[in-house]
Every structure is written in structure tokens, then in C-alpha cells.
């Protein structure tokens, strides 16, 4: 490379290299106020372009909150209305179901100390019970025929004679009928 003289004078020189430095600086300058003024142009329309785009998003959130909402209480009101019904349903059944654990407790007190029930069948429909059972004596045969009998529980008491053929030790079989009301004020 070949190097060339400068023959001006110092001072020229020094001015021609402030103009160079100048002419750079302003260069610079406007290249930093370009840049800078498409990043703010940038800026405020990406700006715009989100807060266009959060309120599009904010109204699709509105209406499916909505939707959800509805399909939510849509839901919840079936769920509501089929829970009122099997309650409803439970409480008509409980209305007239009939209670047997009073009719079996009272047939229980009912029966004498030397007897010993052996089973006891009951129909729901009809109200009859059959018991079989052992006795001890025929007398606590007779005295439980004559509790059921005067029992507020129990009617139309059957007694068949082969329940007194052993006065001792004797099998004995009973059929007779619930009343119905005692079983639905059971309930």
C-alpha cells in the first residue's frame, strides 16, 4: 500500500477530520433514529394488534363462560330435578313400605318362656305369617294362641288341632295374618 502525503496545513486537516467525524456522528444519528422509529412504529402496532386480539379473546371467554354456565346449569338442574324424583320415589315407598321389625318383636314377646320358634315366613303382599316351632308344654301352645289372639298385631289366628296331640315336647305350627294398619303405623 502506498502511503500519500497530506500537504495541507495542519489545521485543514484537523477540520477535514472534524468534518469526518461529524458527517459519521450524524450518520449514526440517523441511523439510531430510524431504528428507533421503526422499533415505537412496531411497538404501538403490535400494541394495537394485542389489545384488538385480548378483546376478541375476552369475548370468546364471555361467551363460553356463558355457554359453560348454561350447559352447567342445564346439568345441574337435571341432576336436581332426578334427584327430587328418586326422593320423591324413596319417600313414597318409605310411606308404605311396611315395618316388620315391630311385628317381629311383638311376636317375640308374645311367646312363652318354654317356646322356641323355629321359622318364621312372612308375605309382604298379603300380610301372613307362618311359625313353626317346639313347646315344652301344650299349656304354652294354648297360652301363645290365646296371646296372639288378644293381640292389637295379629288376626284371623289359625290353630290347627294337631298342634295339641303331645301334651309334652310338642312340634306346633301357626298361621295367622299381620293387620294392615299396624303395619303402615309401623312405618
Known amino acids: 500500500m ?6 495541507l496545513p495542519k489545521e485543514d486537516q ?9 458527517s459519521r456522528l450524524i450518520n449514526l444519528f440517523i441511523w439510531i433514529l430510524i431504528s428507533l422509529s421503526v422499533l415505537i412504529l412496531l411497538t404501538v402496532a403490535t ?6 386480539e385480548s378483546g376478541r379473546v375476552n369475548d370468546r371467554i364471555v361467551l363460553q363462560e356463558q ?13 336436581l330435578t332426578e334427584f327430587n324424583t328418586h326422593l320423591d320415589n324413596l319417600e313414597k315407598l318409605s310411606d308404605s313400605h311396611a315395618v316388620w321389625s315391630e311385628v317381629v318383636v311383638e ?4 311367646a312363652p318362656q318354654d317356646m322356641a320358634i323355629d321359622s318364621f315366613l312372612a308375605n309382604r303382599e298379603t300380610g301372613q305369617i307362618s311359625v313353626t316351632g317346639f313347646a315344652k308344654l301344650r ?8 296371646n296372639l289372639l288378644e293381640s292389637e298385631y295379629f288376626e284371623d289366628v289359625n290353630f290347627p288341632l294337631a298342634n295339641l296331640v303331645k ?6 305350627r301357626y298361621n295367622f295374618f299381620v293387620k294392615e294398619d299396624i303395619l303402615l303405623e309401623s312405618s
Do not use: H, M
Open 14 to 22: 484537523k477540520e477535514i477530520k472534524l468534518v469526518n467525524i461529524t
Open 139 to 146: 299349656d304354652s301352645i294354648l297360652d301363645f294362641r290365646k
Open 47 to 52: 400494541k394495537f394488534y394485542l389489545s384488538s
Open 107 to 110: 311376636l317375640a314377646r308374645l
Open 167 to 172: 301334651p309334652t315336647d310338642a312340634n306346633f
Open 67 to 79: 355457554v359453560v354456565t348454561k350447559e352447567e346449569n342445564q346439568e345441574l338442574k337435571q341432576k
Open 2 to 7: 502506498k502511503k500519500l502525503a497530506n500537504l
